[in-house]
């Protein structure tokens, strides 16, 4: 594996991951 396409890759799952936190976090505090 290339390390410039693994650091690509990680930094985007890094985003995707804030995006999926960013949605489900305000929806769990409102849950509450």
């Not at 890759?9 to 890094?14: K, Q, T």
Request: hydrophobic share 40%; aromatic share 0%; glycine share 6%.
């Amino acid at each position: 594996v290339l390390a410039g396409h693994d650091e690509c890759s990680l930094s985007e799952g890094r985003r995707r991951l804030a995006r999926v936190l960013a949605m489900t976090s305000p929806a769990l505090a409102t849950s509450r």
